[in-house]
Structure formats: C-alpha cells, structure tokens
C-alpha cells in the first residue's frame, strides 16, 4: 500500500486545491502558503527526493520546470519574478518524501537562500 500523501493527493484520494495538471505533473495550492502564491509541483511518478531523479525519465523531469513556470505565467508572475524551491533530505528540511517544487512569489521574497 501506498502511504505517500502526495500519491494520495494526485490520486484524489486526499483534497486539494487543484492549479493545474498533465501527463506528468499535478499543481495544487499549499496548505500552509508562505506567499501570495504559493504552489507545489509534484511529478506524478512517485520518487522520494532530487536524489533519485534518475528514476525519471527525462521528459517526466523536465516537465515539474515547464509546469512551475507555466503555473507561474498563469499566477501573473512573470513581470516582478518568483522563486522554485525543491528541498531534498534533512538538512533542507523536507516534509513530504515525495519530489515537489515550490513555487513562490506575489511579494518581494527574502534575498537570503538560508
Ligand atoms: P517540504 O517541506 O517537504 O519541502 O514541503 C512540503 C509542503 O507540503 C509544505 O510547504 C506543507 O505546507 C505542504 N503540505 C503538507 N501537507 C499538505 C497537504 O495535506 N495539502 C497541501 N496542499 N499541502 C501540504
Ligand atoms: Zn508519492
């Protein structure tokens, strides 16, 4: 059985606020936003961190960038810019064991990456 709550989530099987969605990728807003637009963008195949992205092909990669930035042209991002975050391991504090970026901005963002 699968326990992963974004499998659940683009699964339907948990609720979420849907953004966008294709092939490969699932969009759904954050459920503790730390911006005026805060998304995530999950690749449907389930791979636990950046440290396994081989474990996707190269289109089910690329398409997790081309749908931050296609969610970010539909936030009305594009003009003052935004921030794609993907935290892998402990040491970056991932929650979620399921790979996501964060797509963030609707203010300006703090210049500190740490
Ligand atoms: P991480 O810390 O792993 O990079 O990010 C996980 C993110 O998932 C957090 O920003 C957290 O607020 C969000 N999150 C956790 N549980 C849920 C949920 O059930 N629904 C939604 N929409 N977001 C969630
Ligand atoms: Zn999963």
Known sequence: MNDCLFCKIIA??????????????????????QAPV????????HI????????LTDTQLAACIRTCAKVAAEMGLNENGYRIVNNCGEHACQSVKHIH?????????SDRMV
Do not use: C
């Open 12 to 33: 339907g099987e948990i609720p979420s606020k849907k953004v966008y969605e294709d092939e490969n990728t699932y969009a759904f807003w954050d459920i503790n936003p």
């Open 48 to 55: 636990p961190d950046a440290a396994h992205v081989e474990e």
């Open 101 to 109: 970026f964060h797509v963030l901005g609707g203010k300006q963002l």
């Open 38 to 45: 805060h998304v995530l963008v999950v690749s449907k195949q």
